[in-house]
Structure formats: C-alpha cells, structure tokens
C-alpha cells in the first residue's frame, strides 16, 4: 500500500508521519500531483488558519487535485474543515467535498468555556468503519477554535459549546476533528482502520 500525506503550509505532518511509523505504516510526504493521485490512501493533516491554507493548495493546484481524488482520503482536524463548504475564519470559501459549514465556537456570555478548545474530549454516536474498535464515547484530542456544524455526513459526534461534527464522511472522504495522531491507543486504532 502506498500512503501520502499532503504536504502544504499548514501541515502537523512530522507527529502524524510519528503515529504511522508507531502502527508499522510508512508514508511519503509530497505536494506532487502525480503522486498524490497515484497512492492508495491519502492523508490531508491540518493545524493553522483556514484562508492562507486555501491561498496555498489553489496558488500551487492542490485544491483541484484533492477535489478529483477517487481513492481513500482522511483530513486530520483544520484538513477535514477545508474539505467542507467554507470557513466562518476569515470568511473562505473551501474545497466543498462536505456540505458541512465550519463555524466560530460562540460560549455563552458567562461561560466556563474557552475558545480554542484544547484537550481531551469524547466522540460518540460512531457510524462508520473508520471507527471499527472504538467503543462509544472514546476520548481524542482536539485543538481548535472552529467546528463543522452537524450535517447529513457526520460520522461522530462531540460537545463544547453544542454537539458538532468531530467526524465526517462522504464517498471516499473521511475527516475527523481531533488529532488521532495525539489521541494515544484510540487514534492509532483509528488511522490503523483507515490504513486497512
């Protein structure tokens, strides 16, 4: 199997490429198009801000290449927000795979809550086999300050603030919110179930 993570600028790819080696899984990191197309599976990372992402992958193509994949793709937490419709940050629009929006975590005045939400938290209500092993209500690790709202591809679900997508999935396109790659045992069951 021949596994690439998207390289761009706004990628958390060295602890990503970390998790696969600990699973026994060897990727190639590239920006190539031929590349891209040409592997088996794909991962698209993210950690950063949505609008200067979206510049990069159309200034150099990647946009429309990701947008054309046919094979297994997995966007790892602002990856899977740039695969749905468009971004309250910074107002952008995205790749448009899911029909989701990405909006603002809001707290209500008062609120304990803080924004960016980082740590631990729980996925429930799993639908997919992206999740094969991961008993209901499995703690990852999240960090970001920006959810896609719940739709018709979510795939999981989380709270902070209200329940949102913490996974979505459409055709060959999967993403999750948090990082698996720092989410211990459940995350790399997790990028093992997509690898397989």
């Given at each position: 199997?021949?596994?690439v993570?998207?390289?761009?600028?706004?990628?958390?790819?060295?602890?990503?490429?970390?998790?696969?080696?600990?699973?026994?899984?060897?990727?190639?990191?590239?920006?190539?198009?031929?590349?891209?197309?040409?592997?088996?599976?794909?991962?698209?990372?993210g950690?950063?801000?949505?609008?200067?992402?979206?510049?990069?992958?159309?200034?150099?193509?990647?946009?429309?290449?990701?947008?054309?994949?046919?094979?297994?793709?997995?966007?790892?937490?602002?990856?899977?927000?740039?695969?749905?419709?468009?971004?309250?940050?910074?107002?952008?629009?995205?790749?448009?795979?899911?029909?989701?929006?990405?909006?603002?975590?809001?707290?209500?005045?008062?609120?304990?809550?803080?924004?960016?939400?980082?740590?631990?938290?729980?996925?429930?209500?799993?639908?997919?086999?992206?999740?094969?092993?991961?008993p209901?209500?499995?703690?990852?690790?999240?960090?970001?300050?920006?959810?896609?709202?719940?739709g018709?591809?979510?795939?999981?679900?989380?709270?902070?603030?209200?329940?949102?997508?913490?996974?979505?999935?459409?055709?060959?396109?999967?993403?999750?919110?948090?990082?698996?790659?720092?989410?211990?045992?459940?995350?790399?069951?997790?990028?093992?179930?997509?690898?397989?």
């Amino acid at each position: 199997m021949s596994l690439v993570i998207v390289k761009y600028n706004a990628g958390n790819i060295q602890s990503v490429l970390y998790a696969l080696e600990r699973i026994g899984v060897k990727a190639v990191v590239t920006d190539d198009h031929a590349r891209i197309r040409e592997a088996d599976k794909v991962i698209f990372p993210g950690v950063g801000e949505a609008s200067s992402a979206m510049k990069y992958l159309q200034a150099r193509g990647l946009d429309e290449v990701l947008r054309s994949l046919t094979q297994p793709v997995l966007g790892i937490c602002l990856g899977m927000q740039l695969m749905c419709s468009s971004s309250e940050e910074n107002d952008t629009t995205c790749l448009g795979i899911f029909e989701e929006r990405v909006k603002k975590f809001t707290p209500p005045a008062g609120s304990a809550l803080k924004v960016p939400q980082i740590g631990w938290n729980n996925i429930y209500d799993l639908k997919s086999p992206l999740f094969n092993a991961v008993p209901e209500n499995s703690y990852c690790y999240f960090v970001h300050g920006y959810y896609a709202a719940l739709g018709e591809h979510t795939i999981a679900t989380t709270d902070y603030v209200q329940p949102y997508s913490s996974g979505l999935s459409k055709n060959n396109f999967s993403g999750v919110q948090f990082h698996p790659e720092k989410s211990a045992k459940i995350g790399e069951q997790i990028l093992r179930n997509f690898c397989k």
